[in-house]
């Protein structure tokens, strides 16, 4: 684990270009998991209880860092007809290895981002949708990456606006290179998410919404033909962060802490969030 960093350059820089010294890299570069589970709040808004997917494939570390710090969580008193209840949710939390400044052997571990709740929600995706094409400078630098989409559904399903909000990318270069880089996978996934259409549940209060929106993860993977992909749960992903992009039509709080909290390629509807984390997620 101690020499995470120089592994993890080492994955970045192949097949990439570089255009900064080692220390600059070193700044730039972050490794994370998504760690998925379950928790319960209790009626005063403290933990009941939590438990995590596969703790076994998950890193000691990680394991510890979550434990010292969800039992300590307090949320918003989740009420129903007028009296706080217990409630239990799903959970996603994005958990990130960072260097130790002036230290190029060890790292600190934080939980940066956070979602709870039910993943899709209201929405669902509509079968045969298309899915983006990968970039072809992208596909030439042997370049991944993930980009976060915010969209805004109608009633009829239909995609009326959409931002990518975030592009995380696995490779290292210039700045103005990785922007290039962004800008191709963000025009990639939105062009594909303009043409999806969904089905939109019109129970209680989506009777009456007219708007539904929704968090889409798009990640891009170049895999050898033939093969399948290894599971990724557990393994630490490394990329340079993409800068946040703020939504001037979505100006919600308190929803999802951390556009990247989420586990690839799913639908989470960000009009029905879960319970509302009042305390920071935590860190080492």
Not at 61 to 90: Q, S, T, Y
Not at 224 to 253: C, H, I, M, N, T
Request: proline content about 8%; glycine content about 10%; overall charge neutral.
């Amino acid at each position: 684990m101690k020499r995470l960093w120089s592994a993890a350059c080492g994955c970045l820089l192949a097949g990439a270009v570089m255009a900064a010294g080692p220390g600059a890299v070193r700044r730039q570069v972050e490794a994370s998991m998504v760690v998925t589970g379950t928790l319960v709040v209790a009626p005063d808004g403290s933990v009941g209880s939590y438990r995590l997917d596969r703790p076994e494939r998950l890193p000691a570390p990680v394991v510890d860092l979550i434990g010292r710090n969800v039992p300590r969580w307090k949320f918003e008193p989740v009420v129903r007809d007028g009296k706080p209840v217990a409630a239990k949710a799903r959970m996603s939390l994005r958990v990130v290895a960072r260097p130790i400044e002036g230290d190029d052997q060890n790292y600190a571990l934080s939980i940066r981002g956070t979602h709870f709740g039910d993943a899709a929600g209201s929405l669902g995706f509509k079968e045969h949708r298309q899915g983006p094409h990968y970039p072809e400078m992208a596909a030439r630098g042997h370049v991944e990456g993930t980009v976060y989409l915010l969209l805004k559904v109608d009633r009829q399903g239909k995609v009326v606006d959409a931002v990518a909000q975030q592009v995380n990318l696995a490779a290292i270069g210039s700045e103005h290179l990785l922007q290039a880089w962004r800008e191709a996978f963000a025009k990639s996934a939105l062009q594909a998410a303009r043409t999806w259409t969904f089905n939109v549940s019109a129970d209680g209060e989506d009777a009456e919404a007219e708007f539904h929106y929704a968090r889409v993860p798009v990640h891009y993977q170049l895999g050898e033909r033939g093969q399948l992909a290894p599971d990724p749960y557990g393994r630490w992903e490394v990329y340079v962060p993409g800068p946040y992009q703020a939504v001037p039509w979505f100006d919600k709080e308190g929803m999802i802490s951390g556009v990247d909290a989420l586990p690839d390629d799913g639908l989470y509807d960000v009009g029905h969030p879960g319970p509302v984390l009042l305390t920071p997620p935590g860190g080492a």
